[in-house]
């Protein structure tokens, strides 16, 4: 699976839009970048994945460049709520090592 | 809402005990995995399971052991436990989509 590349950590004023990027120089064709968030200690929260398309659910959009080398997920409206440490995967959806590495995330603070 | 679930949420117990966390999905997924944190730490692959009769090893070494008897269940158990073994532990499934849905975890305290 290609590796990932986010910034350690973020802020975000309440209401306003939290652009979280991801770099994923070395993706494949057949690999998707998938987003996860972590609240606290909870388990991780699967948000979206996308191939090349931009790619929009009830939680947040996906913003993937042309050449797929980066991607930004977008919360329109960031909530404190959406506090939390979001990783950016690229894995093949059926293929791909099972060793998921989910790595050290963005740690995305709203602030009211 | 993902159907997976993880039994206990907490544990308190001393040394040398053997305990069990279980984990089971009613999803029908063939891929389970068992991933170890620490607070505020990276998440540590330590086991997974391609389906029934299949589990293998992750990246990170664990004394715990796992099964994988039914496609809906993947205990994990630790023979003895010790204090090093103090952790999160969260067990997750793969969709066919690729998508990894987690269980709320089970946090352990081995005194």
């Known amino acids: 699976d290609a590796k990932t590349t986010q910034p350690p950590s973020m802020d975000c004023a309440e209401g306003r839009a939290a652009n979280l990027p991801c770099n994923h120089s070395t993706i494949s064709g057949n690999e998707y970048v998938y987003w996860y968030r972590q609240i606290h200690s909870q388990g991780p929260q699967y948000i979206i994945h996308g191939l090349k398309n931009n790619e929009t659910n009830e939680m947040a959009s996906l913003i993937i460049t042309e050449d797929r080398k980066s991607s930004t997920l977008i919360l329109p409206h960031a909530t404190l709520r959406d506090t939390a440490v979001y990783y950016c995967i690229v894995r093949s959806p059926q293929g791909g090592s099972e060793k998921l590495v989910f790595g050290k995330g963005t740690k995305l603070t709203v602030n009211p | 809402e993902a159907d997976i679930y993880q039994t206990p949420r907490y544990l308190v117990i001393g040394t040398g005990k053997k305990i069990t966390l279980e984990c089971s999905q009613t999803?029908?997924?063939?891929?389970m995995y068992w991933y170890q944190q620490d607070p505020g730490m990276e998440l540590h692959l330590i086991h997974y399971s391609y389906g029934v009769n299949s589990t293998e090893k992750g990246d990170l070494s664990s004394e715990s052991t796992v099964s994988r008897i039914r496609t809906e269940h993947f205990p994990l158990t630790l023979e003895s436990a010790r204090p090093s073994h103090t952790s999160q532990y969260l067990c997750?499934?793969?969709?066919?989509?690729?998508?990894?849905?987690f269980g709320e975890g089970s946090r352990l305290t081995v005194l």
């Open positions: 999803m029908g997924h063939d891929k």
């Open positions: 997750a499934s793969r969709s066919g989509t690729g998508e990894l849905f």
